[in-house]
């Protein structure tokens, strides 16, 4: 069973910077992902990392801004994000599943969640 766990949450002054980092447990073949869910919105795609690295995707809200990386011999994956804006305040799931492009990726295994709140 895959188990990811997120940290690194936290409440930022708008233009400030915070890295989510997620851990996952068991193997790292997976194409991962950060999604985002705000108080009464759908949750949404951030951006998506193939198993290789190699296919990053990003929504179009965050490109510039926020980053995806990962270190598969650490089983991690991380989440730079500058220059927040008080909308990028949401719950940030990370999440890992199988598919070629990161955005439509067949996304199974979800995190628990970490709060990111931007201040205005």
């Known amino acids: 069973q895959v188990q990811l766990v997120e940290s690194g949450g936290g409440l930022v002054q708008a233009g400030g910077s915070l890295t989510l980092s997620c851990a996952v447990s068991?193997?790292?073949?997976?194409?991962m992902g950060w999604f985002r869910q705000a108080p009464g919105k759908e949750r949404e795609f951030v951006v998506g990392?193939?198993?290789?690295?190699?296919?990053?995707d990003y929504a179009d809200s965050v490109k510039g801004r926020f980053t995806i990386s990962r270190e598969n011999a650490k089983n991690a994956v991380y989440l730079q994000m500058n220059s927040l804006k008080p909308e990028d305040s949401a719950v940030y799931y990370c999440?890992?599943?199988?598919?070629?492009?990161?955005?439509?990726?067949?996304?199974?295994?979800w995190g628990q969640g970490t709060q990111v709140t931007v201040s205005s």
């Open positions: 999440a890992a599943g199988w598919g070629t492009s990161p955005r439509v990726a067949n996304y199974v295994y």
């Open positions: 068991g193997r790292t073949t997976y194409t």
């Open positions: 990392i193939s198993w290789s690295g190699s296919s990053r």
